[in-house]
T-cell receptor, first 110, second 114 residues
Framework: KNEVEQSPQNLTAQEGEFITINCSYSVGISALHWLQQHPGGGIVSLFMLSSGKKKHGRLIATINIQEKHSSLHITASHPRDSAVYICAVPGSYNTDKLIFGTGTRLQVFP | GAVVSQHPSWVICKSGTSVKIECRSLDFQATTMFWYRQFPKQSLMLMATSNEGSKATYEQGVEKDKFLINHASLTLSTLTVTSAHPEDSSFYIC??????????FGAGTRLSVL
């Protein structure tokens, strides 16, 4: 069974700060997802990555396959970045089934 | 990016009625769609995997007669909550898979059963 742990659980920041959210998993995977869930509940897929680093705007995701660890970075954070950030990995026995972390609740204050 | 449309976004119904939620992939075909459920401040939990043209695969503990899934085309899957009760009140989210390892999520449907 693949376990997913995220840290921190809650994070507050001032606008403009650099933010890092971490995700660790226990079993080897083919790809890892970073998702964003806004207060209204809708989920947006931010990244799907299997190696190295991806960048989209102010968001950067990195993954270290050997260490079974991924990070999501937000540069120049803004109040509109306030959301829950969730990492998810394929299950060990059924790669279709995503195993979700419990999420990191981010609040960015102006 | 790929778009998955989920409808309705919010529904309130009386106990005992049935509610249908639609999940559509707007710009790609998806042989596989997934239905998730999320209780407040909890992670998403997979309910079932919906495969076009065949029966859905339900996760352990999910009643297939309670949560009817139909995936009649490559762009549409529906989840019907039959005889809804207050304990079925939750946030339901679908995702669609255009290819391996990629899932695009719908915006979710908040169901409140009175």
């Amino acid at each position: 069974k693949n376990e997913v742990e995220q840290s921190p659980q809650n994070l507050t920041a001032q606008e403009g700060e650099f933010i890092t959210i971490n995700c660790s998993y226990s079993v080897g995977i083919s790809a890892l997802h970073w998702l964003q869930q806004h207060p209204g509940g809708g989920i947006v897929s931010l990244f799907m990555l299997s190696s190295g680093k991806k960048k989209h705007g102010r968001l950067i995701a990195t993954i270290n396959i050997q260490e079974k660890h991924s990070s999501l970075h937000i540069t120049a954070s803004h109040p509109r970045d306030s959301a829950v950030y969730i990492c998810a990995v394929p299950g060990s026995y059924n790669t279709d089934k995503l195993i979700f972390g419990t999420g990191t609740r981010l609040q960015v204050f102006p | 990016g790929a778009v998955v449309s989920q409808h309705p976004s919010w529904v309130i119904c009386k106990s005992g009625t049935s509610v249908k939620i639609e999940c559509r992939s707007l710009d790609f075909q998806a042989t596989t769609m997934f239905w998730y459920r999320q209780f407040p401040k909890q992670s998403l939990m997979l309910m079932a995997t919906s495969n076009e043209g065949s029966k859905a695969t339900y996760e352990q503990g999910v009643e297939k007669d309670k949560f009817l899934i139909n995936h009649a085309s490559l762009t549409l899957s529906t989840l019907t909550v039959t005889s809804a009760h207050p304990e079925d009140s939750s946030f339901y989210i679908c995702s669609a898979r255009p290819s391996e390892n990629i899932q695009y999520f719908g915006a979710g449907t908040r169901l409140s059963v009175l």
